[in-house]
């Protein structure tokens, strides 16, 4: 074979080989934007949406100006935090936008915000404004229509221009016959025919990028499609900002767990309507009653669990509670036990508490810290837990007092309350407990076998000074543990499980929990939580580990054999290790963790459903429960 005729041959199967990948990659794009076209299409006539070309980028970044939202019908009445409504906004010349409701004023208006958003929006949005509540979301497919609505002649240039060169490039042209009076030549093997009508480079070569272009969108621009109040699949940016839990707490036999969206699930014992409903048991979540026992309780963003009881906090700053009441641990002034959320009430009974930020539970005793860093609590107060120089009971909130009695507790941060002992943090990283101190859980260096009803400063670790770099505060059974700003726990009060995370027993000033196998220091902490005599944390690396008693599995490493140092938590099916959690919560002997796929997993005892995993049966590893 002569060069001539190899070069020839190789010349051709680049050829063809080009022209391949470009029919392959605008093949790749025309299919996109078919699937695209029959999304709508199917969810339209089948499942009833309403098409809605998105007139403004309204979610950033996923959702964008020219992505289609299908809407379905809303009823006003259900439409609430965290739900996805389109409508017209007046500002931008009617132009549609897609948003979450993110609150409703006292007006009766919508507050919303774009999932990437970090604050709501300061326009509200009428409800009459609404055209449907957004259900599933198409990208890019009506793009160009937008652009040519708006009258944006450039970008819908570009496009066309793009589209055709990807067209043309990749269509083979007709080949042509020799001119007259010339001969055919024969072909030589393995060589292709050249003729003069064949594509031109530079056409070839455009036709190629601008085929990888739209195939390149078509990749990066798939069809996200999720049912539900969300605009998009759950692995996305914007579902996360609305779907992820933010609270996850347990009480005696009860688990509850809250989403951002503002609703709330329990699961578990439910012998005084501690889960929010009425009836027995329930082995797997069922969400909460809304006051007066109308829809679901909403528009939740901090939550707590007593023994058989919880309370929230509303983005409305009012505070809810629900299931026992035998010690006015509800706050509603009555005795009544209640598996509707029942407000709590004001000082005095007069009017309701408002400017709540977040509640705190102990076993009969609830607290709550307002906007301005001041505490209340109610309920039991046989050891001065209340905080207000008394060992009164009270039904409705009292002002926790400055230490020694004088003037109030101010400059709170954080609040944490154990079975009969109350804790805060102030601004400056000190805390302050009151209540029960027979094992030293209030850390001021003291055993006192009488109550201190009002705050004392916990010591500094080893009894040195006092504690200054606290950021957040649980209290277990007869212990408390505090997170520092360097990421480390230190803890303090009884220990006769190991629940203080070092050897030895009681403590009356803090100690540093102990590294895994008992070595060093454990770090890196993100968030914390305490059972009856355990605890467990979350680390900035995603896993979880738990120290203390560990009867029925709590501490998740498939063992019952009690621990003073951490131990790390299993994977489901003990598999591996726990992963990628957010958040912990803990119930009496049994324990909760968030994970950043939106789900629950629970772990310990499960005598009444408290796992959540549809049994009564405990698992030492992790089994999901939402």
């Known amino acids: 074979m002569s060069d001539t005729q190899s070069t020839v041959g190789r010349t051709g199967r680049l050829r063809r080989l080009a022209g391949d990948l470009r029919v392959g990659a605008l093949a790749l794009y025309l299919y996109s934007m078919v699937q695209m076209v029959i999304a709508v299409i199917i969810f339209t006539l089948a499942g009833g949406y309403q098409p809605m070309l998105i007139g403004s980028g309204s979610m950033e970044p996923l959702i964008r100006a020219g992505d289609v939202v299908l809407l379905m019908d809303h009823d006003g009445a259900n439409l609430g935090p965290g739900t996805v409504i389109t409508y017209h906004d007046d500002a931008l010349d009617g132009r549609i936008i897609t948003h979450r409701i993110f609150a409703i004023d006292a007006a009766g208006a919508y507050v919303t915000k774009g999932d990437a958003n970090t604050v709501p929006d300061s326009d509200t949005v009428v409800p009459s404004d609404v055209i449907g509540e957004g259900r599933v979301l198409v990208p890019y497919v009506g793009l160009p229509a937008h652009w040519l609505s708006r009258g944006e002649w450039i970008p819908l240039l570009v496009w066309l221009g793009v589209t055709a060169a990807a067209i043309v490039g990749v269509v083979p042209r007709r080949r042509g016959s020799p001119p007259p009076g010339e001969a055919t030549l024969?072909?030589?093997?393995?060589a292709e025919t050249v003729d003069s009508e064949r594509p031109v480079l530079s056409r070839v070569a455009f036709g190629s990028i601008a085929a990888t272009v739209l195939a390149f969108a078509a990749l990066v621009l798939p069809v996200q499609a999720a049912l539900g109040a969300t605009t998009s699949t759950t692995a996305s940016l914007s579902a996360s900002e609305w779907m992820k839990i933010i609270a996850v707490t347990g009480g005696e036999s009860h688990s509850c767990a809250a989403r951002d969206q503002g609703l709330v699930w329990c699961w578990g014992w439910n012998d005084v309507g501690q889960l929010g409903v009425t009836g027995g048991d329930r082995t797997t979540p069922v969400?909460?009653?809304?006051?007066?026992?109308?829809?679901?309780?909403?528009s939740v963003v901090a939550l707590s669990a007593g023994r058989k009881f919880n309370c929230a906090a509303r983005s409305d700053g009012s505070a809810w509670c629900w299931g026992e009441n035998t010690?006015?641990?509800l706050g509603d002034d009555s005795l009544v036990n209640n598996s509707i959320p029942v407000q709590v009430r004001g000082p005095g009974g007069v009017g309701t508490l408002g400017s709540v930020v977040a509640p705190a539970s102990g076993e009969i005793h609830a607290c709550a810290r307002n906007t301005g860093g001041s505490v209340y609590c109610w309920g039991e107060n046989s050891f001065g837990q209340l905080g207000n120089d008394t060992t009164t009971n009270s039904r409705v909130p009292v002002q926790v007092r400055g230490p020694a009695g004088a003037g109030f507790l101010s400059d709170v941060t954080r609040i944490g309350a154990g079975f009969r002992h109350t804790c805060a943090v102030k601004t400056d990283g000190t805390v302050w407990c009151w209540g029960r101190n027979d094992f030293g859980?209030?850390?001021n260096g003291t055993t006192s076998a009488t109550a201190t009803r009002t705050p004392v400063q916990v010591r500094g670790v080893g009894g040195t000074g006092f504690l200054t770099t606290a950021v957040e505060v649980v209290g277990g059974e007869s212990s408390t543990c505090a997170r520092l700003t360097d990421s480390t726990v230190a803890c303090w009060g009884r220990n006769d499980r190991g629940q203080l995370g070092v050897a030895g027993t009681t403590r009356t000033s803090p100690v540093l929990v102990r590294g895994a196998g008992g070595s060093g220091t454990l770090t890196n902490v993100a968030s914390l939580d305490t059972g009856q005599k355990h605890a467990c944390v979350t680390l900035t690396t995603g896993s979880v580990w738990c120290w203390g008693w560990n009867s029925d599995g709590q501490l998740g490493n498939n063992t019952i054999t009690d621990s003073n140092a951490p131990v790390q938590v299993r994977g489901p099916l003990n598999v591996g290790t726990f992963a990628n959690a957010t958040l912990i919560g803990?119930?009496?002997?049994?324990?909760?963790a968030a994970r950043s796929d939106y789900t629950v997993w629970c772990w310990g005892r499960n005598?009444?459903?408290?796992?959540?995993?549809?049994?009564t049966t405990g698992s030492r590893v992790p089994v999901q429960a939402m």
């Open 327 to 329: 010690f006015g641990q």
């Open 287 to 298: 969400l909460v009653r809304g006051p007066g026992g109308v829809g679901n309780l909403t």
């Open 441 to 443: 859980q209030l850390g």
């Open 607 to 615: 005598a009444n459903g408290q796992l959540g995993n549809g049994t």
């Open 586 to 592: 803990t119930g009496y002997l049994s324990t909760c």
């Open 186 to 190: 024969p072909t030589p093997p393995g």
